[in-house]
């Protein structure tokens, strides 16, 4: 799992995602969680990420955002 979280609450956070060095998206948010379908499945599922199945070859990228 990989968890991007900033520090200070005064604004959010630009996050650039790429892939095999390859751009895939642009995130702003208070953080960014990437998980596995093993592996950090609660801490994205708390950010209304989906529940994948433990056999599945993906991951989530999913962006949170403080209350």
């Not at 642009?26 to 433990?54: E, H, Q, R, V």
Request: aromatic share 10%.
């Amino acid at each position: 799992m990989i968890t991007v979280h900033k520090k200070d609450s005064s604004s959010m956070l630009k996050i650039d995602a790429f892939l095999d060095n390859e751009f895939l998206n642009s995130y702003w948010a208070d953080g960014l969680i990437t998980s596995t379908p093993t592996g950090s499945t609660a801490y994205s599922l708390s950010c209304g990420g989906p529940i994948i199945s433990p056999g599945s070859n993906n991951f989530v990228i999913h962006s949170c955002f403080s209350p």
